[in-house]
């Protein structure tokens, strides 16, 4: 298994930028798909980014152009890049570690956008 953790959440003002980290512990992490998600109260989680074991991203269309998904195997460690941030992307983010049937989930850092 591939354990997870994120970090870099907090509050920031409209227009700005945040990095989150994703650290993992565990065995074969290069082979694992990396995806981040975010949830809102009352919504189910939504995926917003995801990366392969061999670099190919994905992106959802609300956040296409902003933000940036990418892993540093060597450090075991998947970011999220997020710029021209707004209100809207206020929300818990998640990241989460696929391989085959299996998958694990971080706790979740809460990002904030003020108007």
């Known amino acids: 298994q591939v354990r997870v953790a994120e970090s870099g959440g907090g509050l920031v003002q409209a227009g700005g930028s945040l990095r989150l980290s994703c650290a993992a512990s565990g065995s074969d992490f290069d082979l694992y798909i990396m995806l981040w998600y975010r949830q809102t109260p009352g919504n189910q989680r939504e995926l917003i980014a995801d990366i392969t074991s061999t670099g190919e991203k994905k992106y959802a269309a609300s956040v296409e152009g902003r933000f940036t998904i990418s892993r540093d195997n060597a450090k075991k460690t998947v970011y999220l890049e997020m710029n021209s941030l707004k209100p809207e992307d206020t929300a818990v983010y998640y990241c989460?570690?696929?391989?085959?049937?299996?998958?694990?989930w971080g706790q979740g850092t809460q990002v904030t956008v003020s108007s």
């Open positions: 989460s570690s696929k391989r085959g049937g299996a998958v694990f």
